[in-house]
């Protein structure tokens, strides 16, 4: 959804924007080429091997712009965007999830389809938790737990079982072994619908290792504190508990006051710090699902800081 954010980020040259999930810098790139020739790009990613393809990738392009790549994770905006000395954004992007190429690459443990360690961390250099060891570690109701709540799995508590009772005669340590349990942990009839069986419990525990959603609450909080009056903000999500996070906080900071009706005075002293512009989260578009089939969940929503008018939204509101 690169045309989408693009549009509803509208950056003008000699703004500042930061990228929160740069990957291999896809949409700083292309959105780059609006605040050039002298705005700044603020590029954020956890994970080191994104980092060096976003360089190359900017280091290669003929566009001017001042830049600034900072490895973090953007639970940390604060101190990311303090350390770096930036004083306020007009645009903020967050393309949630793992990209192409932690997907591809077997050995990040991402895939259901490929043979590799239950691996699934997206700062390998940092993090220590991995998916073998929540699998290993995690008692059969805490592993129902983040099956149901982070997979939105039906089967969660007979997947818990299944795993359970394979690990007590062998670990369990591999993503290909772990989708054949799950595949057999799901009646037969059951497995036809919705994709690949595995696709929910994988990315269950992928939250669950990368502490997915705790980081988003944090990241979003932070990013509407650092945008400038009338800076943009756009968040491209995959699945429906992230969207509902970038829902409710699009929401609550677009509340005003919340006094009752009859009372003369507000004493809540509540003011709305942003205008949200998207009242329903845009789709991509059949052509997008067609080129880009992992585009197919991507929901997109973008708000705008209120004080000064933004020039976001009219033309993909
Ligand atoms: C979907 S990809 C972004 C792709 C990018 N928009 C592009 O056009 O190339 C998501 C990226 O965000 C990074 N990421 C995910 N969660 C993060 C977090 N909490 N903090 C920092 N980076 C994160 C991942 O490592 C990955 O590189």
Redesign the pocket.
């Known amino acids: 959804m690169l045309e989408e954010s693009r549009q509803a980020l509208a950056l003008r040259p000699g703004e500042t924007y930061c990228d929160?999930?740069?990957?291999?810098?896809?949409?700083a790139l292309a959105i780059a080429q609006d605040l050039a020739p002298d705005g700044l790009l603020i590029g954020?990613?956890?994970?080191s091997s994104?980092l060096t393809e976003a360089l190359l990738r900017i280091s290669q392009t003929q566009l001017s712009f001042h830049y600034e790549i900072l490895k973090g994770?953007?639970?940390d905006l604060d101190t990311l965007l303090l350390d770096a000395r930036v004083v306020g954004l007009d645009g903020i992007l967050f393309?949630?999830?793992?990209?192409s190429p932690?997907i591809d690459l077997p050995s990040r443990g991402f895939s259901y389809t490929q043979e590799a360690p239950l691996d699934m961390r997206?700062d390998p250099g940092t993090q220590t938790l991995t998916a073998a060891e929540i699998i290993k570690s995690s008692n059969t109701a805490d592993l129902t737990r983040i099956l149901r709540s982070y997979g939105e799995e039906r089967w969660a508590s007979r997947i818990a079982a299944r795993i359970a009772r394979s690990r007590a005669t062998a670990p369990l340590e591999t993503t290909t072994q772990l989708a054949a349990l799950i595949r057999e942990a799901i009646p037969a009839s059951q497995r036809r619908t919705g994709g690949n069986p595995a696709k929910r419990s994988f990315q269950a525990l992928r939250i669950a290792v990368n502490g997915?959603l705790d980081?988003l609450t944090r990241?979003l909080d932070a990013a509407l504190r650092w945008l400038n009056p009338g800076g943009r903000i756009v968040v491209i999500s995959y699945h429906s508990l992230e969207d509902r996070i970038v829902k409710r906080a699009f929401a609550r900071a677009a509340e005003g006051c919340v006094c009752p009706p009859d009372q003369p005075v507000c004493t809540c002293n509540r003011h709305p710090i942003l205008t949200t512009v998207s009242k329903k989260a845009l789709r991509p578009t059949s052509e997008e699902t067609e080129n880009n089939p992992r585009s197919r969940s991507a929901r997109l929503r973008f708000a705008v800081k209120a004080g000064e008018t933004g020039a976001a939204g009219a033309a993909v509101g």
Not at 95 to 99: A, K, T
């Open positions: 929160c999930t740069l990957g291999g810098a896809g949409h954020i990613d956890q994970d994104s994770n953007f639970r393309d949630l999830g793992v990209s932690q997206m997915e980081a990241g």
